[in-house]
Nanobody, 121 residues
Framework: QVQLVESGGGLVQPGGSLRLSCTVS????????MGWYRQAPGNERELVAT???????NYADSVKVRFTISRDNAKNTVYLQLNSLKPEDTAVYYC???????????????WGQGTQVTVSS
């Protein structure tokens, strides 16, 4: 099995910062793209940022400049640095990873359980 465990969420004031982490564990041959998504109450889950195994990144327009995604391949971990946070960034943040469990397996997307980020004064 493959598990994704997120950490780093919490309550922060507008303009503040947080750093989210997500570590992938289990039976892993390789990890392709990793990413962060978020879902606010009443809204659909939306893309925040993605990063390929080679380090190429992609961001939603709403978070460009303010958020930074990075990964440590040796630790099977993806990070999301959230700066200049706004109340509209409040959501449950989920990490995702495309994992190959073995040479003869097809890659499959796995998801974490989510971590709450609340931006409020």
């Amino acid at each position: 099995q493959v598990q994704l465990v997120e950490s780093g969420g919490g309550l922060v004031q507008p303009g503040g910062s947080l750093r989210l982490s997500c570590t992938v564990s289990g039976i892993i041959f390789s990890i392709n793209a990793m990413g962060w998504y978020r879902q606010a109450p009443g809204n659909e889950r939306e893309l925040v940022a993605t990063i390929t195994s080679g380090g190429s990144t992609n961001y939603a327009d709403s978070v460009k400049v303010r958020f930074t995604i990075s990964r440590d391949n040796a630790k099977n971990t993806v990070y999301l640095q959230l700066n200049s946070l706004k109340p509209e960034d409040t959501a449950v943040y989920y990490c995702s990873a495309e994992v190959l469990r073995g040479r003869f397996y097809l890659p499959r997307d796995y998801w974490g359980q989510g971590t709450q980020v609340t931006v409020s004064s």
